[in-house]
């Protein structure tokens, strides 16, 4: 059974700060590596992408993957109040299929 | 931006009856996805659909569920019989390419409540 893992919160954070979100995976073979936000009954929204080990950043959002160590994260640099939502970490299941975790919820404190 | 449409918003069903749920995806995708929701839970996959035909589905995806594509715009997904455990977000999805190279468009889900 392919697992996403993700602490599921709430994390609280600083308006400003740095916020941390992590996800860990069973799949050994996953290619694609996905962040998505979702507000309380919203659907969810991809916010970053990543495919190889290292770092990405696009304006704000840094995403880190680490295959060896099964490992993704999103870093979230100057949070906003804006920034508070369920973030969710997908992993590719096969061509087609994603395999979601749970989400972490981050509540940004002004 | 191109949007990926969802009717209803909101549908509520007696337990037992059909329901379907309409989608329109981005007009240039080729791939196209159901995903559901129950409430506090994980996103889950039902189906994908490519070339008007399923590519994938899930355990979930059981003979109560069909899709279709009946015309060039709609993706449309069906519960034949349902239940009360079938009460989710409904989102549909689609992309260009096949979905996990860079992610979906989610539509705005249909809220299935089943009583």
């Known amino acids: 059974q392919k697992e996403v893992e993700q602490n599921s919160g709430p994390l609280s954070v600083p308006e400003g700060a740095i916020a941390s979100l992590n996800c860990t995976y069973s799949?050994?073979?996953?290619?694609?590596f996905f962040w998505y936000r979702q507000y309380s009954g919203k659907s969810p929204e991809l916010i970053m992408s990543?495919?190889s080990n290292g770092d990405k950043e696009d304006g704000r959002f840094t995403a880190q993957l680490n295959k060896a160590s099964q490992y993704v994260s999103l870093l979230i640099r100057d949070s906003q109040p804006s920034d508070s939502a369920t973030y969710l970490c997908?992993?590719?299941?096969?061509?087609?299929?994603?395999?979601w975790g749970a989400g972490t919820k981050l509540i940004i404190k002004p | 931006e191109p949007e990926v449409t969802q009717t209803p918003s909101h549908q509520v069903t007696q337990m037992g009856q059909e329901v379907i749920l309409r989608c329109v995806p981005i007009?240039?995708?080729?791939?196209f996805y159901w995903y559901r929701q129950i409430l506090g839970q994980k996103v889950e996959f039902l189906v994908s659909?490519?070339?008007?035909?399923?590519?994938?589905k899930s355990e979930i995806f059981d003979d109560q569920f069909s899709v279709e594509r009946p015309d060039g715009s709609n993706f449309t997904l069906k519960i034949r019989s349902t239940k009360l455990e079938d009460s989710a977000m409904y989102f549909c999805?689609?992309?260009?390419?096949?979905?996990?190279?860079?992610?979906?468009?989610f539509g705005s889900g249909t809220r299935l409540t089943v009583v």
């Open positions: 997908a992993v590719s299941g096969s061509n087609y299929q994603l395999i």
């Open positions: 007009s240039n995708h080729l791939y």
């Open positions: 999805a689609s992309s260009e390419t096949e979905g996990t190279n860079y992610g979906y468009t």
């Open positions: 799949d050994r073979v996953s290619q694609s």
């Open positions: 659909f490519y070339n008007n035909e399923i590519s994938e």
């Open positions: 990543i495919y």
